[in-house]
T-cell receptor, first 114, second 115 residues
Framework: AQSVTQLGSHVSVSEGALVLLRCNYSSSVPPYLFWYVQYPNQGLQLLLK??????LVKGINGFEAEFKKSETSFHLTKPSAHMSDAAEYFCAVSDHSNTGKLIFGQGTTLQVKP | NAGVTQTPKFQVLKTGQSMTLQCAQDMNHEYMSWYRQDPGMGLRLIHYSVGAGITDQGEVPNGYNVSRSTTEDFPLRLLSAAPSQTSVYFC??????????????FGSGTRLTVV
């Protein structure tokens, strides 16, 4: 069975500092991996996705993530945090099969301090 | 294209009442699913469907029913609402198999309160 673990339910950074949100996955088959962002009182927006092409994936708003098979990780980073990045971030995993489900981590709330 | 449309956006129910949350997509996606979002628990899969006439249970199916009579629609029914079902509900859809690399599209959510 697939699963996702996000380390740290809350992360606080200063504006301009590096953002690092951690995600580890478990999957018995090559996975598809996704990061979603949710701003307050809104739905989920896709930030980026890994689909077995390049291991370093670039997304919207300056975010990127690196797929590391040996570490079963897909951590999300941004070199310089902006106040507008404050939101909840979800890592999710799926597989290639027709019955593949999208399984989410518990979420990480990012706080950006001025 | 409208994408994934959920109705209603907000709903208050009394304990024991039933209701149906509507979800419709216009992207000809085979796969549709329902999630509930609760603080500190992420999004948990309630039910999903891989095509018309085919549904299956997710992680937290108790108290909910689904059906998939058409490709476009995937309604979620609460049979007898309980306060524990107070949550935000999201519908999502995608292509199946390897085409799922294009990602999942989410609706804007239904905020349900059971009193």
């Amino acid at each position: 069975a697939q699963s996702v673990t996000q380390l740290g339910s809350h992360v606080s950074v200063s504006e301009g500092a590096l953002v690092l949100l951690r995600c580890n996955y478990s999957s018995s088959v090559p996975p598809y991996l996704f990061w979603y962002v949710q701003y307050p009182n809104q739905g989920l927006q896709l930030l980026l996705k890994y689909t077995s092409a390049a291991t370093l994936v670039k997304g919207i708003n300056g975010f990127e993530a690196e797929f590391k098979k040996s570490e079963t990780s897909f951590h999300l980073t941004k070199p310089s945090a902006h106040m507008s990045d404050a939101a909840e971030y979800f890592c999710a995993v799926s597989d290639h099969s027709n019955t593949g489900k999208l399984i989410f981590g518990q979420g990480t709330t990012l706080q950006v301090k001025p | 294209n409208a994408g994934v449309t959920q109705t209603p956006k907000f709903q208050v129910l009394k304990t024991g009442q039933s209701m149906t949350l509507q979800c419709a997509q216009d992207m000809n996606h085979e796969y549709m699913s329902w999630y509930r979002q609760d603080p500190g628990m992420g999004l948990r899969l309630i039910h999903y469907s891989v095509g018309a006439g085919i549904t299956d249970q997710g992680e937290v199916p108790n108290g909910y029913n689904v059906s998939r009579s058409t490709t476009e629609d995937f309604p979620l029914r609460l049979l007898s609402a309980a306060p524990s079902q107070t949550s935000v509900y999201f519908c999502a859809s995608s292509y199946s198999g390897v085409s799922r690399r294009n990602g999942y599209t989410f609706g804007s959510g239904t905020r349900l309160t059971v009193v």
